[in-house]
Structures are given as C-alpha cells and as structure tokens.
C-alpha cells in the first residue's frame, strides 16, 4: 500500500528565505507525482505535475524534483514571500491502470515579515 | 471562466438525513473525483468517474453514493448510513485518468 510522508509537518521562515519541502513515498512504481497548495478552508490549486520519467519541472519561483528510485520529491520555493503561506500537498498517482492519488498531509508553510 | 464548482459552500445535516454535494465542471474533463479531507489526514478518495455513466469505488465508499448522467456533473450524495460524515469535500476533475487534477473550492458538511 502506498504511503506518502511530508516532513516537516510546519515550517515558519522570514520572509526572502531560499525553502525546499520534502515529499516521500513507499512504493516507487509511480506514474507521476503532483504537488498542490492549500490555503485555508479553499480547495488545492495544482502547483506542478512531474512525470515518472522527468526529473524536474519549474514554474516560476516553484522548483519540483523526482527521484522516483528512492521514493522522495522536493518542493523548491525561491525567494519566498508572504504570499506563499499556505499548506502544501504532495499526491502520487499510482502506475499501471490505477488512476489514484495517493497524498501526503501537506506541510504547512509560515512566511513572515 | 472555465473551472470546477461546487455547491453549498457550508452544509449541515441532522442525523438520519441524506444529503447531496454538487460538482460541476465546464473543462471538458472526462474524470471526476470526490475526496474526503480530515483534520490531520490526507486526502481520501471517495469515488472517481473515467467516464459518463460509469464510476468505481474509493478507499471510503462506505456510506456514500454517486451519479454520472452528465459530463458536467458529479453530484455526491452522503447517506444516513455514514457514520461520520462531518468532514470538507472536495471535487476533482482531469482530463483523464492519468492527467493533472484540479479541484474545486470545497464543501464543508456539518453533521448537527
């Protein structure tokens, strides 16, 4: 069964700081992993969908990577700002016919002033 | 404005009372999914839907029943036989099965 583990649970950093979230996983046959943002009482907002075959995707301040061998992805978020504080999710979709997300409870992230 | 909606925002039952959550999409997404969130817990799926008129069960069916008559729409209904139904809902959708989710803003059910 696949269990997926973010850790920190909660992260609070000043405002500026360079962060990378981390994501892992049991079962490495993945067929792709999605990280999401949370806010408050609001659904996801799909961040980044990385491929089992890619090894990185980039969207703006947002850097996700895979290393599916060893179960584990990061959440790289440059410059942070207030803006980011949210929780965020990681969700692995399994291979084969299974069209399931399996997700993390998410990290919740403090970005202060 | 292309996105997924659901409808109410806030929701309260009584015990005993059967309910229904609202999805709609105007994405032209072939998949649909409801999941369960609880405090401390990650997201669990309820029910998915690969295609109109067919849908399979999740890891907590139990309690829950689904339609899929449209294409657009993927209403949940929590019946009186889920014991613990105070919870935030979600809906999802995908273009198929194996493609990006993108979700809607939530329901948040209370049982009084």
């Known amino acids: 069964k696949q269990e997926v583990t973010q850790i920190p649970a909660a992260l609070s950093v000043p405002e500026g700081e360079n962060l990378v979230l981390n994501c892992s996983f049991t079962?490495?046959?993945?067929?792709?992993l999605q990280w999401f943002r949370q806010d408050p009482g609001k659904g996801l907002t799909s961040l980044l969908l990385?491929?089992?075959?890619?090894r990185e995707q980039t969207s703006g301040r947002l850097n996700a990577s895979l290393d599916k061998s060893s179960g584990r992805s990061t959440l790289y978020i440059a410059a942070s700002q207030p803006g980011d504080s949210a929780t965020y999710l990681c969700a692995v979709r399994k291979g084969g016919t299974a069209s399931k997300l399996t997700f993390g409870t998410g990290t919740r992230l403090q970005v202060t002033l | 404005d292309g996105g997924i909606t659901q409808s109410p925002k806030y929701l309260f039952r009584k015990e005993g009372q059967n309910v229904t959550l609202s999805c709609e999409q105007n994405?032209?997404?072939?998949?649909m999914y409801w999941y369960r969130q609880d405090p401390g817990q990650g997201l669990r799926l309820i029910y998915y839907?690969?295609?109109?008129?067919?849908?399979q069960k999740g890891d907590i069916a139990e309690g829950y029943s689904v339609s899929r008559e449209k294409k657009e729409s993927f209403p949940l209904t929590v019946t009186s036989a889920q014991k613990n139904p105070t919870a935030f809902y979600l809906c999802?959708?995908?273009?198929?099965?194996?493609?990006?989710?993108?979700f809607g803003p939530g329901t948040r059910l209370t049982v009084l």
């Open positions: 994405l032209n997404h072939d998949a």
């Open positions: 999802a959708s995908s273009i198929d099965r194996k493609t990006e989710q993108f």
């Open positions: 079962d490495s046959a993945i067929y792709n």
């Open positions: 990385i491929q089992s075959s890619q």
């Open positions: 839907s690969q295609i109109v008129n067919d849908f």
